[in-house]
């Protein structure tokens, strides 16, 4: 039997193409090789978990405090080795101790990210080979609610850019990366540097050996989207 000139079964199949529903593919990830974990800044520790929960359906959990540094944190994973980090003030400190000034936001926004080098040490002397100023490594600790404590060192280029470069971090070896076992269900999708520059960011970027994506527009930024089970949590610094 023939249809206005096709097949019956071209017909049929026609429709039945119509009748199903519209998959929407993830785009490809966009972001660095080298990333350990982004920070999310909030005035308010519980609204920052609220904010991430209400966008992407899962809840971060409870990290643990940072002393001398006046601020506490909320973790969630990004998948094996990457995490989001939601830090805010922690009433217990002095709110002179936080240097970020995180208690002035508005609202949530990234107030920097981490990428690991791998031996911190020798990443420092490669940089002090190049001409590139940076501070430390410095030894870092965190005690988590379990009582474990987690130990790491970090190195802060005198240069990142204003923000959008990384500071670099190589966790002790006894210690559990935070990804391993923080709750489970977000992928960072894309992570990237918006700068009016982008000549002079990538000339930084290839000295570092950072692969980050970025984009040129008036105002400098750190752009990050992170998809949950519920929808995409799309922030910027």
């Known amino acids: 039997m023939k249809t206005r000139g096709i097949s019956r079964r071209s017909f049929l ?4 193409a119509l009748a199903l529903p519209r998959i929407s593919w993830p785009a490809q990830e966009r972001t660095p090789t080298l990333l350990d974990h982004v920070l999310l800044g909030s005035a308010d520790l519980d609204a920052g978990v609220a ?26 994973s990004l998948g094996r080795s990457r995490y989001l980090e939601i830090i805010a003030p922690d ?5 002179s101790a936080d240097a970020r000034d995180l208690k002035s936001l508005g609202k949530p926004v ?7 080098p791998g031996d911190i040490d020798q990443f420092a002397a490669r940089l002090k080979e190049k001409g590139i100023a940076a501070n430390g490594p410095n030894p870092g600790s965190r005690k988590r609610p379990d009582g474990r404590v987690l130990h790491w060192k970090t190195l802060a280029l005198k240069d990142d850019a ?16 935070p990804s391993a076992d923080a709750p489970q269900g977000c992928s960072l ?19 570092l050996q950072l692969d980050l994506p970025n984009t040129q ?9 992170i998809t949950g089970p519920k929808g995409q949590l799309d922030v910027t610094s």
């Open 217 to 225: 527009a008036k105002t400098p930024h750190l752009h990050a989207i």
């Open 162 to 177: 204003g923000g959008l470069l990384p500071f670099f971090i190589e966790w002790g070896a006894d210690s559990l990366h």
């Open 110 to 116: 990234l107030v920097g990210w981490a990428a690991h």
């Open 51 to 76: 904010f991430v929960e209400e966008r992407t359906g899962v809840r971060a959990a409870f990290g643990g405090v940072h002393p001398g540094a006046g601020t506490r944190n909320a973790l969630l």
């Open 189 to 207: 999708t894309l992570f990237e540097a918006v700068t009016p520059n982008p000549d002079a960011l990538r000339k930084q970027l290839e000295q």
């Open 13 to 16: 199949a026609a429709g039945a």
């Open 91 to 95: 009433p217990q400190q002095p709110e």
